[in-house]
């Protein structure tokens, strides 16, 4: 009888940790437009300015970005989120994928932006806890820091 307590009492954890597990996953990090904006330095030394503009709502994200005389835009999804970082799914590029000029910069510019273009590539966010007053993420598939706060106009500390 004492080991049926015991295995009732470990279905009824593992239920609860499994509701609260799926509660967690289904969470967006991201709510609202967010705004980044800096510089890129490619492999030929260069100094070029870049600016995202993000906007997400519910499970979609748009990701406006205007780098090196382009304007691109892409769609994500999210597919799940853990405690502030998420899973994403590209829906590829909406316009102005990157042109020649832009692919022929530097070998990791164009595979990142090859990469997000690309319909169901998968994009990893982990949350970087860091005291930059912006969210803050590293991206994973694409080797990519990325922060970014609510403010459009933003200045580099």
């Not at 009888?1 to 991201?30: D, E, R």
Request: net charge positive; with cysteine; charged share 20%.
């Amino acid at each position: 009888m004492k080991i049926n307590n015991y295995l009732y009492l470990g279905v009824a954890l593992l239920s609860i940790a499994h509701l609260a597990y799926t509660l967690q996953s289904k969470a967006t990090p991201l709510q609202g437009n967010y705004f980044s904006s800096g510089i890129v330095i490619p492999s030929n030394g260069k100094i070029l300015d870049y600016s995202i503009r993000l906007q997400a709502n519910g499970d979609q994200l748009y990701y406006f970005n205007r780098f090196y005389d382009s304007n691109m835009e892409f769609l994500m999804h999210f597919s799940s989120g853990l405690f502030g970082s998420a899973r994403m799914l590209s829906g590829g590029a909406l316009a102005g994928l990157p042109d020649e000029k832009l692919l022929t910069l530097d070998r990791d510019i164009a595979f990142n932006y090859t990469y997000i273009g690309r319909p169901n590539s998968k994009l990893s966010l982990y949350r970087l806890d860091l005291d930059s007053g912006s969210t803050c993420y590293y991206i994973r598939e694409i080797s990519l820091p990325l922060c970014a706060g609510t403010d459009r106009v933003r200045k580099i500390k």
